[in-house]
């Protein structure tokens, strides 16, 4: 929709590069965007951005502080009064808030004083941390969605955790009615450079797994290690590359993996996309067991490059296949993931063929048009 005054309010824009690329797609359909990100620090201002052009402008504001963990109240109103320092809302501005509680709060709050209208993205934290946890929470949750013109989830898998387990019955009708399901997109250079199909693995006595991203407790890395260590009791050969290396629990991960190093290898983050290409095309399966993921880019690209991939059930892309190009695991069971592992190996050829085929649709043209027929709706 040319020349629609776009207001994004992202907490975590400096962290997440899928934002940049969302934003990048919507300059290119010539809307106008004020980015606003607050955040605890400095540090990560530049951390994605690209600079200001005629029609994207970007205001980061360091007003989150430790205490505000305890105090929500007090944090919403520091942002909402920062965000009124920063941006002149317009008669015709859309909002989209790209979390439920830590952006939607303003963005009521935006409501209520200007008449903005808004959308709202869920994600994990706002469904595993505050609605689980921030019980006192929920009350603002549902007045959330319920005053935002849309509600867009990132997976099916959280739309229906979050319908089933939070919102009440009389609501779920109204809610569900303007409830989309819109996934994240893949770097267009994965799209750009796909891979041929895979005949077989790399080796008929050998399978290659790799993960790719931070070393988080989150992402559970130390079940594949587990996984690793039970294959190879039944004599298959194991080779694993983890690719990455910063993240809260890097140091028991190298602790882990030098105990096994004739088959765990350990390399730091790749941001060159040529020389992770490498990394994807040297492995067989791509292992990303989460205990929460709201999407995972790293699957796709795994995709991409015709490697079938492994997720938790739940999570991430469960749900966006109809023909899955992997297996969906317990990410508390060794013997899930070990099992998952020898079912890739007999059925390879099959699913790196499905890998190629179900990624191309991960296009960010295709969630440009998806946002955009929101948008509009939106704003009529």
């Excluded at 430790?66 to 109240?73: D, E, G």
């Excluded at 023909?323 to 020898?342: F, T």
Aim: charged share 25%.
């Amino acid at each position: 929709m040319s020349g629609l005054h776009l207001i994004h309010i992202c907490p975590d824009f400096g962290n997440q590069r899928v934002y940049r690329n969302l934003v990048r797609q919507l300059e290119s359909m010539d809307y106008v965007q004020d980015i606003f990100v607050p955040g605890k620090t400095s540090e990560v201002y530049g951390k994605n951005f690209d600079w200001p052009t005629s029609s994207t402008s970007y205001h980061f504001s360091p007003v989150v502080r430790p205490i505000h963990k305890i105090f929500f109240a007090w944090k919403m109103r520091q942002i909402f009064q920062a965000f009124v320092k920063s941006i002149e809302p317009q008669p015709a501005s859309l909002v989209h808030a790209h979390y439920l509680f830590s952006a939607g709060r303003a963005a009521l709050d935006l409501k209520r004083k200007f008449g903005l209208a808004y959308v709202v993205s869920v994600r994990h934290t706002d469904i595993n941390f505050f609605f689980r946890f921030k019980p006192h929470l929920r009350g603002l949750g549902l007045k959330i969605l319920e005053q935002a013109e849309a509600i867009i989830f990132i997976s099916p898998a959280y739309k229906e955790k979050l319908f089933d387990r939070y919102i009440p019955l009389k609501s779920r009708a109204a809610l569900l009615s303007k409830t989309l399901v819109i996934p994240n997109a893949v770097d267009d250079y994965w799209l750009d450079h796909l891979s041929k199909p895979r005949g077989s693995l790399h080796g008929p006595e050998e399978i290659r797994l790799l993960y790719v991203g931070e070393f988080s407790r989150n992402k559970n890395l130390e079940l594949i290690l587990r996984a690793g260590d039970f294959l190879r009791s039944l004599g298959k050969s194991i080779k694993l590359q983890l690719v990455g290396n910063y993240g809260d629990d890097c140091k028991k991960i190298s602790t882990l993996a030098a105990a096994r190093n004739d088959w765990v290898q350990i390399i730091d983050r790749v941001s060159d996309p040529k020389v992770l290409k490498g990394h994807y095309l040297n492995a067989d399966i791509f292992v990303m067991p989460s205990f929460h993921e709201t999407f995972g880019i790293s699957y796709l690209e795994a995709l991409t490059q015709g490697l079938p991939i492994i997720y938790s059930s739940g999570q991430g892309v469960d749900g966006h296949f109809q023909i899955s190009p992997g297996r969906a695991i317990d990410p508390r069971s060794v013997a899930s993931l070990a099992e998952a592992i020898l079912e890739i190996e007999k059925d390879f050829t099959r699913l790196s063929q499905l890998a190629i085929e179900s990624v191309q649709r991960f296009s960010w043209d295709k969630v440009g048009k998806d946002l955009e027929k929101i948008y509009i709706s939106a704003l009529t």
